[in-house]
């Protein structure tokens, strides 16, 4: 790993980390809808159930392995102190919609929606698979769509129209309008790379995932 990948992600973990250790665990896990025992905040993250120990910011998973790389340990910890308890509206917006998504579209765009229609666009029965193995809800959009949880309350929606000889794969996502209240643009330019990586490995986290290389401290 590089000096730069390590700098890169340790910067704005050890950022978020301090602001973490500051907060009250009690009001970020209520403001989550995440659980407080004994100074851990349990809560789920993509259908698999995580603890975040209060103040130093370690990430375990149900077999108590420690989480390792910086782009999820930072989205757990904004989410945790971001979080502002919002419940799911049930309405749908798309990250254009996002106060300051329409700045960073085209990276999004590029970066995760063709990216879903590539890894599934040719392959519908491999979307169907990938998404029954975290649980995910079939909704009726497109040619294959799946609602799931992200973190706790906050839910998306993968959309998939299959590639035919006139057109090329396509696909859309789409975000409960409460995640805005947990993650801002920036944040969620990288929520749906993310759940790609870990949909794709049939919901456990694979061995290299997110913006920056592995780990770490």
């Avoid at 698999?48 to 989205?75: C, W």
């Amino acid at each position: 790993m590089s000096h730069t990948d390590d700098r890169q992600g340790r910067v704005p973990f050890e950022y978020i980390r301090d602001k973490f250790s500051k907060a009250n665990p009690e009001i970020m896990a209520k403001n989550t809808f995440s659980k407080l025992i004994n100074s851990t905040i349990h809560m789920n993250f993509m259908g698999r159930p995580y603890a975040v120990q209060h103040p130093s910011g370690k990430i375990f998973d149900e077999n108590n392995k420690e989480v390792e790389f910086y782009t999820v340990r930072i989205l757990f910890l904004r989410f945790l102190v971001n979080g502002q308890g919002i419940k799911p509206t049930g309405k749908h917006v798309t990250y254009k919609d996002i106060p300051g998504g329409l700045v960073y579209y085209p990276n999004f765009s590029k970066r995760t929606i063709e990216r879903l229609a590539k890894t599934y666009g040719s392959d519908l029965e491999k979307f169907e698979s990938d998404m029954q193995s975290i649980g995910a809800v079939k909704v009726l959009q497109g040619d294959k769509a799946y609602k799931f949880p992200f973190m706790n309350e906050t839910y998306m929606t993968f959309i998939i129209w299959e590639k035919d000889e006139e057109f090329p794969p396509a696909a859309n996502i789409l975000f409960d309008q409460n995640i805005q209240f947990y993650f801002d643009a920036e944040d969620l330019a990288v929520v749906p790379d993310v759940a790609i990586d870990i949909i794709k490995n049939k919901g456990i986290m694979p061995d290299w995932i997110g913006l920056y290389k592995k780990k770490s401290i």
